[in-house]
């Protein structure tokens, strides 16, 4: 508390000591009438001492809602984006506070889907909004550049530094190219050590990869260096872009629903896969002829062993001491709810008892269903088939890709005192939301007033500087969640950026595109639009189709961040290109 209070403490002092002071100089020099001079008259020659006003009317600044302080000077500029910055840090991390809060009560779907990743997003558009609505057109275009440099530099912090960081604060041992959770003996070993996520990570990186999109359309024209078609390829590119904001928020709604759905199908074909080993193991490997067909004989003596009051059905209490029996130490295995899918799977006859025949036919089907899946691998010293085998590790690591049940449950535990924590959580979100609405307009003419007072261009300061203070709590949650160690958290650690940079691109970008094309701008972003595009489709297409990232990876998104920055320097201010 005492740093906020000293921050605020020098915020109030600069804004009474930014205001242009005027004074009247006093002079030696003795009047000719012997009066008491006014200072003014008589006075040829400034003397030593004098206060003067700081600027010139040309010089002059022009104050954020008639009373926020302004300066024309570096120093000052710079105090006020520090300053104004670091609201934009506490709106941020009011709004993240308070949607933690608000998922803790209401759990996910519409809440957790549709409002809280677009609260994530808000500081970043508040400020593009701004950036584009000051002033005329001249005016808008002129400090758009600003909404543009914190577009791409948001992206580029999150999916580089942040992103880098992650995998070396959340590195564990690797094991068969799996991370093992909570251990670290390997260091900084560059191949042994790393991060393991699920395939829902895989699946979001994917998604931010396809939002790009609206970023190609937007900018076709220009690639064909054609002039008309500017302003209707702006418009093609917002509907798009809000066309692919609404699908996103609709499946963040639904995913957590398609993701225990394909949990209990990958548990239910563990068990598959588990009940087909025991049986071949008590069948002696002869579950199949030579020529790779069930043995129905082997099958029907395994049935028989397994009926044990030999009534000639399975009951789900033998069925239920079978899968005891097998022991999924693997998996969280509900052994009621298994017992309940292999009898759905094999009554036919729908009287809840399994009969001979009826198990014949259901081991038949599965043994053909791992046969499609597992591949026929022959054992030349059994004489059998090992794709049973195969498919049993297969049904294994889909189910380890998939991850825990605990990500996608809906039920949210019960929590003491639930309307207090409402009330707070709905506060949090209001005065973040306030915050950012207030000081974004002033923090975007900061970092206008200090680029001419530098000659550096806003779009660079925009690009290092506001992603700083806008992304900051979401960074520090990031790589605190990493540390954890864990396959669980990292999963939902690199998810989180994924999504925050997919925000950026269809919420964010709506904004700035309805920007231009309401206030007819003119797109002049051919190399800001690149950089994006290099880097969510490398670390789109790096994260897509790999669920294990070993160290060394950390310094491919490192080495993008700075070749990101060279490459807009050079595009722009080296050969012009726009």
């Known amino acids: 508390m005492t740093s906020k209070h000293f921050l605020f403490l020098f915020f109030f002092i600069f804004c009474f000591s930014s205001f242009p002071s005027h004074a009247r100089f006093i002079t030696g020099r003795p009047s000719p009438t012997g009066l008491v001079s006014d200072g003014i008259s008589t006075v040829k020659n400034l003397p030593y001492l004098l206060l003067k006003p700081p600027v010139s009317a040309e010089e002059s600044c022009e104050q954020s809602y008639g009373f926020l302080p302004c300066t024309t000077t570096v120093l000052g500029n710079m105090f006020l984006i520090i300053v104004y910055g670091y609201l934009m840090y506490l709106a941020a991390t009011y709004l993240s506070y308070g949607s933690e809060l608000l998922l803790e009560i209401l759990g996910p779907g519409i809440v957790g889907g549709l409002f809280l990743p677009m609260l994530g997003a808000l500081p970043d558009a508040m400020l593009i909004l701004v950036s584009g609505l000051s002033g005329t057109a001249e005016t ?105 904001l609404i699908s996103y928020c609709v499946y963040q709604v639904f995913q957590p629903w398609i993701q225990r759905r394909r949990i209990a199908f990958a548990k239910h074909k563990h068990v598959i896969s588990g009940i087909l080993r025991h049986l071949k193991k008590h069948g002696l490997g002869r579950l199949l002829t030579d020529d790779g067909e069930p043995d129905t004989e082997i099958i029907r003596k395994l049935f028989e062993t397994i009926d044990e009051n030999h009534d000639g059905g399975l009951s789900p209490s033998e069925l239920r001491a079978l899968i005891i029996g097998i022991r999924f130490e693997e998996i969280d295995l509900d052994q009621d709810d298994a017992v309940s899918k292999v009898i759905a799977d094999f009554d036919t006859s729908r009287d809840n008892l399994v009969q001979e025949d009826e198990f014949v036919e259901g081991i038949m089907k599965w043994i053909n269903e791992a046969k499609q899946t597992g591949g026929a691998y022959l054992e030349s010293n059994a004489g059998t088939f090992k794709f049973i085998d195969h498919f049993h590790q297969q049904t294994k690591r889909e189910h380890a890709l ?125 190399s800001e639009v690149l950089v994006i595009l290099i880097v969510c489709v490398v670390m789109g297409a790096f994260a897509s189709f790999r669920t294990t990232f070993p160290l060394w990876t950390c310094s491919v998104a490192y080495i993008l961040y700075p070749f990101s920055l060279g490459l807009v320097y050079v595009l722009d201010y080296v050969f012009g290109w726009s």
């Open 140 to 244: 808008a275009q002129s400090q758009v550049s600003v909404g543009m440099g914190l577009l791409a530099g948001s992206t580029v912090m999150l999916l580089t530094v942040i992103w880098g960081s992650c995998i070396i604060v959340g590195r564990c041992d690797l094991h068969d190219s799996v991370a093992i959770d909570g251990t670290n003996t390997k260091g900084f070993n560059l191949k042994e050590s790393g991060v393991s996520t699920d395939i829902w990570t895989c699946y979001a990186a994917r998604i931010m990869a396809i939002s790009v999109i609206p970023f190609l359309i937007v900018q076709l024209p220009q690639a064909l260096s054609s002039t008309s078609g500017r302003h209707l390829a702006v418009l093609i590119a917002l509907v798009i872009s809000l066309l692919m």
């Open 402 to 526: 998939l991850g825990s049940e605990e990500q996608s449950d809906e039920v949210v535990e019960n929590v003491e005192n639930p309307r207090w924590i409402s009330i707070k959580a709905v506060l949090m979100l209001l005065l973040g939301t306030l915050i950012a609405a207030a000081f974004a307009d002033p923090l975007v003419d900061a970092v206008d007033n200090f680029s001419e007072a530098t000659s550096i261009p806003s779009f660079f300061i925009s690009f290092i500087a506001l992603p700083l203070a806008t992304n900051s709590s979401e960074a520090v949650s990031a790589i605190i969640f990493a540390s954890r160690k864990k396959q669980r958290t990292a999963s939902l650690t690199f998810s989180e950026l994924y999504g925050a940079v997919t925000m950026n691109n269809v919420l964010c970008l709506s904004v700035f595109l309805a920007l231009v094309y309401v206030r007819g701008l003119t797109w002049d972003f051919s």
